[in-house]
Structure formats: structure tokens, C-alpha cells
């Protein structure tokens, strides 16, 4: 897997949220969708089942040449809103 960087506003979202880097690594192996936001961001997302509830995990990151710069990382109920059919 390439370098992961996360951004400063990644690192303090991911302590905010309680958000493990590790859960982060496996989306960007792993997603269940990858999509392109309008700015041309990409956005890694996977449904994880946590304490009895689905959450939507989104991380939204730039490939660069050697790694994977994570810009935030969150995680939602509101699946229906974000998942793309």
C-alpha cells in the first residue's frame, strides 16, 4: 500500500471523531465505492456496522504520485445521502 500523510485537518478530525488510522488504511485499500467530488477530490467510502448501527465512512483524499494525502475522514448515518446507485 502506498504512504499514507494525513493533512493537519485530517489528524485533528480523526482525534475529534475517534477515528483509528487503521479503519482509515483499510477504506483506502479496500472501499466499498470510490468516487470524485466536483473539485476533483476522491472519496473512499465503506459502510461499517458499529455498536449496532451502519455508519457511512468517508475519506476524501488526493493520489499523489507516491502516497495517499488525506484531507478529513468522517463518518455518518445518512448513508442514502452519499451512497452513489
Aim: charged fraction near 25%.
Amino acid at each position: 500500500m502506498p504512504k499514507v500523510i494525513y493533512t493537519f485537518h485530517a489528524t485533528n478530525q480523526l482525534l475529534e471523531r475517534q477515528i483509528n488510522k487503521t479503519v482509515v488504511e483499510q477504506i483506502l485499500l479496500k472501499p466499498d465505492q470510490l468516487i470524485t467530488d466536483p473539485k476533483g477530490y476522491l472519496i473512499a467510502q465503506k459502510i461499517i456496522a458499529k455498536n449496532g448501527f451502519k455508519f457511512l465512512y468517508r475519506v476524501i483524499f488526493i493520489r499523489q504520485e507516491d502516497c495517499f494525502k488525506v484531507l478529513t475522514v468522517y463518518r455518518t448515518t445518512k448513508i442514502q445521502k452519499y451512497w452513489v446507485k
